[in-house]
């Protein structure tokens, strides 16, 4: 099983700057990588797969990269509905497909 | 615009067998490229899958709960479903339905299942 461990657990930043999370697989998962949002009450969203490539209708200031075993999201700008706990899960090699435990972003 | 629905118990109790039905509007599950999957998420948790299923009948679960999962589906309904058996309190969590492709999109509202003794 890959495990996917995400770096910080919480960030704290504020509204307009940079928010970096990070997302490390325990081997290779090459660019099957998506990130998820996840706000409180609600299902995850999905915002980013293929490690860099934006979901339907996910704002510009979402942008992923990476591959391999390091793989990063950032949101350019944070807004106010950013703060969130965001996941990654990887679907490389599966069964299972995994997911990290969290980033909390908050203010 | 594909929709889907979790539905089934809120509580069960301790060694009975939770039963969940997804159902999907506003696509076929029969039709396509996509996987249809479960996952849950205890409180205060990520997420864990628990399995997927294709159309044509394959089927594949998590390995950790293989022995106590069952996923099945009736496409006449367009509808798949989930058994979990033996429950313990450990299997108190939100249980999602959502379809995979590359990443898990859309997902259902979730359904909280509590197992008490």
């Known amino acids: 099983e890959i495990v996917m461990t995400q770096s910080p657990a919480t960030l704290s930043v504020s509204p307009g700057e940079r928010a970096t999370l990070s997302c490390r697989a325990s081997q290779s998962v090459s660019s099957n990588l998506a990130w998820y949002q996840q706000t409180p009450g609600q299902a995850p969203r999905l915002l980013i797969h293929?490690?860099?490539t934006r979901a339907t209708g996910v704002p510009a200031r979402f942008s992923g990269s990476g591959s391999g075993t390091e793989f990063t999201l950032t949101i350019s700008s944070l807004q106010s509905e950013d703060f969130a706990v965001y996941y990654c899960q990887q679907y490389n090699n599966w069964p299972p497909y995994t997911f990290g435990q969290g980033t909390r972003l908050e203010i | 615009q594909l929709q889907l629905q979790e539905s089934g118990p809120g509580l069960v109790k301790s060694s009975e067998t939770l039963s969940l039905t997804c159902t999907v509007s506003g696509a076929s599950i029969s039709s396509g490229v996509y996987y249809w999957g479960w996952i849950r998420q205890p409180p205060g948790k990520g997420p864990e899958w628990i399995g997927n299923m294709f159309h044509s009948g394959s089927i594949y679960y998590n390995p950790s709960l293989r022995s106590r999962v069952t996923i099945s589906v009736d496409t006449s309904k367009n509808q798949f479903f989930l058994k979990v058996n033996s429950l313990t309190a450990a299997d108190t969590a939100l249980y999602y339905c959502?379809?995979?492709?590359?990443?898990?999109?859309?997902w259902g509202q979730g359904i909280l299942v509590t197992v008490s003794s």
């Open positions: 959502a379809r995979h492709r590359d990443g898990f999109s859309p």
């Open positions: 293929g490690a860099s």
